[in-house]
């Protein structure tokens, strides 16, 4: 299903930053996220008022949900809707700074729900700057009556971007290999949700096993791979249209397929007979390239931003460990040397990056480092963290973490290694990859 979204800005109210303040006004309400120590801040999210109980009750949910998206991130701290005091808010007229100011609040976000007559809804939000008595941003969006949740993503969106500086990244989606029953007839399956959870569905049946599923640059094709007792492919799946096909029949097992960053190609593994290559597919003329041919374990292919270069793990030095490769296979070498195993790496959407799993001994971490190998850091440590996948804005990694006698679950982190929480989908789950932002 292609949702469509429409986006206006409000007359004589567009986007803008705070004009300049006399010496007695504070400083506009933002968050410095590089901060090493992040205060949240509180934030009144009121419940989008309406003309009728059905517009008021809409509003209300869209309002959870970004107070839900916004605490999650951890820069912001939602007040308590039952310390309001002004509860009555009009989208036309400014509000009574003095009420929102007495309950602590530094910024205002209230809004309207109303349907036009084709059905649609449209959703009007203001973001108002307390300390300052001044508005920050009045927009409008209109959408069909499913996509409500969507509103509520970009409006989410919309506000992190004024207030950190930093792009948005909630009106997205997460596909992931949901996985039940017993180890021993483990059913893995193909699905999808949004970013905070909501709207789960299966793409396949739990016929066959899935994994390492990735998303183009386009969210609404993927790239999996399906174990059949017979055979292992990567596929291509159409989220749109349901269509699936594969990539072709290869002598050995393939896997870890991922999409370079404009789409056109896929680069996965290759396995036969113990060793492990890395190639590329054309997805026009599907010609095939072998980047790797050192023997050894050569697997989990990721590109860069610019699609220039691939980062993956290899075992070519006695364990593995992270290299870089041009994106024709030339100039292979090691940016990793610490102790460990270091797998699964995938660059980071911004470039300044790459997120990876590491093993020590029998502790798994999810750590990032630079590009060139230099600031190793370690943002997470359990008993089995792995396979890192980065938010479209460079700043959060979703992962799975298992703990002892328990299934999978998924988890994020802020690059700094603060605000580290489960992902709000309670059945097991593994493997996940974030889409960039929907359009």
Known sequence: MRFRLVIAVLAGLAVAALAPHPAAFAAPVEIDINHGDVQPLPIAISPFNGQDPKASGLGADIAKVISANLQRSGFFRPLDPTSFIDRNLDISVQPRFEDWRAINAQALVNGQVSFDADGRV????????VVNAQQLLGLQFTATPEDWRRVAHKISDQIYERLTGQDGYF???IVFVAESGGRANRVKRLAIMDQDG???SYLTDGGYIVM???????????????LRRDS?????????TGRQESLGSFSGMVFAPRFSPDGSKVAFSVDRGGNTDIFSMDL????????????????SPSYSPDGAKLVFNSDRG?????????????????ISFGSGRYTTPVWSPKGDF????KQTGSTFHICVMRPDGSDERTLTTSYLDEGPTWAPNGRVIMFSREQPGRGPRLWTVDISGRNEQPVPYALSASDPAWSPLLK
Not at 122 to 129: E, G, P, Q
Not at 212 to 226: C, D, L, V
Not at 284 to 299: H, V, Y
Not at 322 to 329: E, F, R
């Open 354 to 357: 790459i997120a990876f799993t």
């Open 212 to 226: 390492t599923p990735r998303f183009s640059s386009s969210s609404q094709e993927i790239t999996y791979m399906a």
């Open 284 to 299: 026009r003329s599907r010609a095939t390239s072998r980047l790797t041919s050192d023997p050894s374990i050569d697997t």
């Open 318 to 334: 006695g364990s593995p460990q992270i290299y870089i490769m041009n994106a024709d296979g030339s100039n292979q070498h090691r």
């Open 198 to 200: 909501a709207n789960p």
């Open 232 to 240: 292992a492919r990567v596929y291509l799946f159409n989220i749109e």
């Open 171 to 173: 009106d997205t989606r």
């Open 122 to 129: 449209r959703v009007d939000f203001r973001l108002w700057d």
